[in-house]
C-alpha cells in the first residue's frame, strides 16, 4: 500500500508554487479574450486554392489599424479573420481589400459580437462558475452530513472546492501564459471547458470521499483517521488513474485530429482534467487530513 498522506507536505508544495504563479500570470498578462469578450467581428473567407500566409493578410489590413486582428485557418481552405470593430464600413474595407488581393476569394461569414452583450457574457459566465463550486459545496456537505467525526461534513465540501479552485487556477494560469506568448484566446468555448473540469474533477473526488466514509463507518475506534484516508486512497487509486488516462487519451487525439476550432477547448479540458485527477488524489484528500490535524491541535 501506497503511503500517499506521508507525501502531503510535497503536494502542497508543489499546488502551491503552481497556483502563485497562475495566479501572477493572471495579475500580470490577465487573458488574451476573443470577441466573445470583447466584442468586434468575425468574418470567414474562403480561398479557391491554398489559404494565403497569415503575415500576407495582416499587410493587407495593416492600413485599417484594426484592433485585437487575429487569423485562424479551418476546413476547406478558409480562414477566419477577427478584429476589435463593428463598423460597416470598416468591415467593407476589410473585405474589398482582401478581394482585390485575392479576386477568387468569396466572403463565407460575418458575425458581429456587441461589446455590451460582450461584457454581460463575460460577467454571467463568471456567475455560472462561482454558482457551479457554490452548489458542489453545498451538495457534498448535504451527501456527507451523515460522517460528522471526527471531520464535520461541511469539511469535505470545503476540501473539495479547495481542490476545484486549485484546478481551475491553474488551468487558466496557463493560459494566460498561451494568450501572452502565442496568442491563444479565451472565448466561451473556454468557460465551457471550465465547467466541464469542475464536474470531472468534482466527480473523482467524491468517488474517493465516499469510500472514505464506507471505511469510516466499518472502522473501529482504534485505527487512525489519516491511515483510513490512505486506505481509502490505495483502494480508489487506479480506478482514478485508469478513468482518467481513457479521457486524457481521447482529448489528445480531439486536440491532435481536432481540427483548429476545437483545439484548445480540447487543450483545455486536457489540462484541466489532469490537474483534476492530481488535485483528488493529493490534494482534496490530504486536506481532509489537514483539517483532522488541526481539529486535534485545537482542542
Known amino acids: ?121 463575460k460577467s454571467k459566465s463568471l456567475q455560472a462558475i462561482a454558482f457551479a463550486i457554490v452548489m458542489i459545496m453545498a451538495y457534498i456537505a448535504w451527501a456527507f452530513r451523515k460522517v460528522s467525526r471526527p471531520v464535520e461534513s461541511w469539511k469535505y465540501g470545503l476540501g473539495a472546492v479547495i481542490a476545484l479552485a486549485h484546478d481551475i487556477i491553474i488551468t487558466t494560469g496557463i493560459f494566460s501564459g498561451l494568450g501572452h506568448f502565442y496568442g491563444v484566446e479565451v472565448g466561451i468555448p473556454f468557460i465551457a471547458a471550465l465547467l466541464t473540469i469542475l464536474g470531472f474533477s468534482v466527480h473523482d473526488t467524491i468517488v474517493v470521499y465516499d469510500r472514505t466514509r464506507e471505511n469510516l463507518l466499518k ?47 480540447a487543450l483545455a479540458l486536457l489540462v484541466g482534467i489532469t490537474f483534476g485527477t492530481y488535485s483528488s488524489i493529493f490534494i482534496a484528500s490530504s486536506l481532509l487530513v489537514t483539517f483532522y490535524n488541526l481539529t486535534l491541535k485545537n482542542k
Open 219 to 265: 472502522s473501529s475506534n482504534k485505527e487512525l483517521f489519516p491511515d483510513i484516508v490512505n486506505k481509502s486512497l490505495n483502494e480508489t487509486l487506479v480506478r482514478s488513474i485508469n478513468t482518467s488516462l481513457t479521457v486524457i487519451i481521447t482529448l489528445l487525439a480531439i486536440y491532435i485530429f481536432g481540427g483548429a476550432s476545437i483545439k484548445f477547448f
Open 1 to 121: 500500500m501506497y503511503n500517499i498522506i506521508d507525501k502531503m507536505k510535497y503536494a502542497y508544495a508543489f499546488s502551491i508554487i503552481l497556483t502563485i504563479l497562475s495566479v501572477v500570470s493572471l495579475f500580470v498578462w490577465g487573458l488574451k479574450y476573443d470577441i466573445d469578450f470583447t466584442g468586434g467581428t468575425r468574418m470567414g473567407v474562403k480561398f479557391t486554392n491554398q489559404i494565403p500566409e497569415k503575415n500576407e493578410i495582416a499587410d493587407i489590413l495593416k492600413d485599417l489599424n484594426l484592433g485585437s486582428l487575429t487569423m485562424q485557418n479551418s476546413e476547406n481552405n478558409t480562414m477566419f479573420i477577427r478584429y476589435a470593430v463593428e463598423d460597416d464600413q470598416i468591415n467593407e474595407n476589410v473585405w474589398k481589400n482582401i478581394k482585390e488581393k485575392y479576386p477568387e476569394a468569396t466572403q463565407v461569414s460575418v458575425d458581429f459580437t456587441n461589446s455590451s452583450v460582450s461584457k454581460e457574457l
